[in-house]
T-cell receptor
Framework: AQSVTQLDSHVSVSEGTPVLLRCNYS??????LFWYVQHPNKGLQLLLK??????LVKGINGFEAEFKKSETSFHLTKPSAHMSDAAEYFC????????????FGGGTRVLVKP | DSGVTQTPKHLITATGQRVTLRCSPR?????VYWYQQSLDQGLQFLIQ???????AKGNILERFSAQQFPDLHSELNLSSLELGDSALYFC??????????????FGPGTRLTVT
């Protein structure tokens, strides 16, 4: 069975400083991993995805994530936070054997201070 | 804009009632997924349809049902509503669904409030 743990429910950063959102996953098979962002009162938007190609994945808005199989992690980073990055971020796992069903982590709410 | 549309945007109803949420997938997408987002349960997968047929089931209650029509739009029916059903319901769509790793595009959601 697949599961996702986001290690921080809230992260607070200052504008211009790096952002790190931590995610660990559990999967019986080779998973696909995603990061989605949800801005207040909006739907979810895909930031990036890993599907067994390059382990370092670049996404939109300057975000990137590294797949580390040995650590079962898929942490999301951005070198310099912007005020518009304030949102909730979800780490998501999907398995072919589970019919492409998405399993979401609990979410990390990011606050960006000026 | 993801190309997935959901109606209505907001819905307020009373306990015991029945409601229908509607989703239109992106043009060309054959799969539709329904998700529930609530404060206590987080984001949960409910059910998936692929080209009119049920493909996968998640944590969907027996009081809830869905279908996908020949034009590929989908409806989620919620009946005998309880206060705990208050949540944001998302629809997503993807090109495939037959076991592939297809990107899902999410609609803006329908916020259901049960009073």
């Amino acid at each position: 069975a697949q599961s996702v743990t986001q290690l921080d429910s809230h992260v607070s950063v200052s504008e211009g400083t790096p952002v790190l959102l931590r995610c660990n996953y559990s999967s019986s098979y080779s998973p696909s991993l995603f990061w989605y962002v949800q801005h207040p009162n909006k739907g979810l938007q895909l930031l990036l995805k890993y599907t067994s190609a390059a382990t370092l994945v670049k996404g939109i808005n300057g975000f990137e994530a590294e797949f580390k199989k040995s650590e079962t992690s898929f942490h999301l980073t951005k070198p310099s936070a912007h005020m518009s990055d304030a949102a909730e971020y979800f780490c998501v796992v999907s398995e072919r054997a589970a019919g492409n069903k998405l399993t979401f982590g609990g979410g990390t709410r990011v606050l960006v201070k000026p | 804009d993801s190309g997935v549309t959901q109606t209505p945007k907001h819905l307020i109803t009373a306990t015991g009632q029945r409601v229908t949420l509607r989703c239109s997938p992106r043009s060309g997408d054959l799969s539709v997924y329904w998700y529930q987002q609530s404060l206590d349960q987080g984001l949960q997968f409910l059910i998936q349809y692929y080209n009119g047929e049920e493909r996968a089931k998640g944590n969907i209650l027996e009081r809830f049902s869905a279908q996908q029509f020949p034009d590929l739009h989908s409806e989620l029916n919620l009946s005998s509503l309880e206060l705990g059903d208050s949540a944001l319901y998302f629809c997503a769509s993807s090109v495939g669904g037959a076991g592939g790793f297809y990107e899902q595009y999410f609609g803006p959601g329908t916020r259901l409030t049960v009073t």
